[in-house]
């Protein structure tokens, strides 16, 4: 079974519509991310919470919204979705523990989102 | 401000024929380098992490160096299955926060 999965992995909507992408981990890490992959631009940061108290914008949260409902599950919300958005979504877990592997952040299989 | 720059942009390499890819950066504290492996439609599956200039890791035909300005991926006798984006990330002492390049598209052929 995957450590860090997904829902759904694509996701056509309509501009205006509200749309929810769920993340779960089993790796038992604290921390989780939310980022955006657009071709040319690389993989940006929207959100990150380091437990399930703290949420921090990233470079790019404009237009999201996040949910640490637990912490296995980190949420990413769209209010109001619109063409721009279109993009592939990655969250990513990782974990402040000691040793030289400290804090590397491990992806999920990533949601394909589509605004049309 | 911290920047990442991946060269080159994409690489098609017959099998076996050795290369190397180059990841520059400028960072404000660096705290990890971080080479991660992309196939198409998936997520960034971890490779390396280097800390400090002369480090050098090792993973099959991978092998990761860094230096104060830059880092290489360097490939031996890549196999069809080495095909993948390569992605390079520094981490900011100071925030903590990963800034990836855009990533170098390699491809091996048979």
């Known amino acids: 079974d995957a450590d860090v999965t997904q829902t759904p992995r694509n996701r056509i909507t309509k501009t205006g519509k509200r749309i929810m992408l769920e993340c779960s981990q089993t790796?038992?890490?604290?921390?989780m991310y939310w980022y955006r992959q657009d071709p040319g631009l690389g993989l940006r940061l929207i959100y990150y919470?380091?437990?399930?108290?703290?949420?921090n914008k990233g470079e790019i949260s404009d237009g999201y919204s996040v949910s640490r409902q637990a912490q296995a599950k980190f949420s990413l919300s769209l209010e109001s979705a619109i063409p721009n958005q279109t993009a592939l979504y990655f969250c990513?877990?990782?974990?402040?523990?000691?040793?030289?592997?400290?804090?590397?952040?491990?992806f999920g299989p990533g949601t394909r989102l589509t605004v049309l | 401000e911290d920047q990442v720059t991946q060269s080159p942009e994409a690489l098609r390499l017959q099998e076996g024929e050795s290369s190397s890819l180059n990841c520059s950066y400028t960072?404000?504290?660096?705290?990890?380098l971080f080479w991660y492996r992309q196939d198409p439609g998936k997520g960034p599956e971890f490779l390396f992490t280097?800390?400090?200039a002369g480090e050098e890791k090792e993973k099959e035909r991978l092998k990761a160096t860094l230096t104060k300005k830059e880092s290489f991926l360097h490939i031996t006798a890549p196999k069809p299955e080495d095909s993948a984006t390569y992605l390079c990330?520094?981490?900011?002492?100071?925030?903590?926060?990963?800034?990836f390049g855009q990533g170098t598209t390699l491809q091996v052929k048979p």
């Open positions: 990513a877990t990782s974990s402040l523990g000691g040793g030289a592997s400290t804090d590397t952040q491990y």
């Open positions: 790796k038992g890490h604290d921390r």
């Open positions: 919470s380091f437990d399930v108290k703290d949420i």
């Open positions: 960072v404000s504290g660096l705290r990890g």
């Open positions: 280097l800390y400090s």
């Open positions: 990330a520094v981490r900011n002492s100071n925030t903590g926060k990963l800034i």
